[in-house]
């Protein structure tokens, strides 16, 4: 295989970035066109990820790849001015092929000289929160990166419920109050595992958007990453020691990913919302309550106590 093009598309600055952020939206579709267009004519060259940040969703996924994204030897997505932090691939654009995930990461040649400059080796990564509630990813992602290292933010089952909850309200899609969406999920979810099973390429927005209670069942997502990677290759956190101590928490994960250790310039907050209307009782009793076992069995398998709201009987 002959060197890769040296094309200055990989080292893009912020000011790059501004530029097109203040350019008319068929300038944007040109940009993004021809830089896909490059990316896949040097999939050849390019690596798959070091690493996943893989949920829970409104656990501070978000979050926590920015913060990685403040550390001089983290990666962002290729190309990088985008700042986005998934390419979807593993259930939204399989179909597309592998070439086409590799598109979004560096090429080697990017990554040597810039291990050159930083004095080790870089690492690079993407992040969502479906990685870890969708299935069918971790044997995708075992295929294309069988060395990857995965991060699991584990979040109170029942406060990431009313979170997802109002994030769906926020976005339209959500017609129901509370109470009565936990009501409807097991109608709204029905046949649907199975037709992801059956289809590989199927994206359920069922499965994604209206999962509020099923989704903080955490053991069994867990188990599903560490049947298909080797022991050490999966990092599980609370997300509310995140919120707590960022950068305590930003340095357990920089180690675990062989990093050395840095001090962010923020640890501002990402991806939050306000949230002034309270939980209804009638349905925080009601998680609180069904998650207890379940959360007693994440406990005695992690081999610590988690302290969430939903660990005591109702």
């Not at 890769?4 to 944007?28: H, I, N, Y």
């Not at 990857?148 to 089952?157: G, K, M």
């Not at 969406?181 to 958007?209: C, I, K, N, V």
Request: hydrophobic letters at 35%; a neutral charge.
């Amino acid at each position: 295989m002959c060197p890769a093009p040296q094309v200055s598309f990989e080292g893009r600055s912020s000011a790059v970035a501004d530029l097109k952020e203040r350019s008319p939206r068929w300038v944007k579709d040109v940009a993004n066109l021809t830089t896909r267009r490059y990316a896949m004519a040097t999939a050849g060259w390019r690596t798959t990820p070091d690493f996943l940040v893989i949920g829970t969703k409104r656990g501070g996924t978000t979050a926590l790849f920015n913060y990685l994204l403040m550390h001089p030897g983290v990666l962002g997505l290729f190309p990088q001015p985008r700042g986005r932090k998934s390419s979807d691939y593993f259930f939204k654009e399989l179909e597309r092929g592998e070439d086409w995930y590799r598109s979004h990461f560096h090429t080697t040649v990017f990554r040597e000289r810039k291990g050159r400059e930083l004095g080790y080796r870089p690492a690079s990564g993407e992040a969502s929160p479906y990685y870890l509630w969708d299935p069918r990813v971790a044997d995708a992602v075992h295929e294309v990166a069988p060395e990857i290292r995965a991060i699991a933010l584990l979040r109170d089952p029942v406060k990431r419920a009313w979170s997802h909850f109002q994030e769906r309200r926020a976005n339209g899609v959500e017609p129901l109050g509370f109470v009565d969406a936990l009501a409807a999920e097991e109608d709204r979810l029905q046949g649907e595992a199975e037709r992801m099973a059956a289809d590989p390429t199927y994206y359920s927005e069922a499965h994604d958007w209206y999962s509020y209670r099923s989704r903080g069942i955490y053991l069994p997502q867990l188990l599903n990453w560490k049947a298909r990677f080797p022991a050490g290759h999966l990092l599980v956190l609370r997300s509310e020691d995140m919120y707590r101590d960022v950068q305590g928490v930003f340095d357990s994960v920089c180690a675990f990913l062989g990093l050395p250790p840095h001090t962010l310039p923020t640890t501002r907050a990402f991806g939050a919302r306000s949230n002034p209307e309270s939980m209804p009782e009638e349905a925080r009793d009601q998680l609180t309550a069904f998650y207890a076992s379940h959360n007693r069995d994440l406990e005695e398998h992690l081999g610590r106590s988690l302290e969430w709201s939903a660990g005591a009987e109702a």
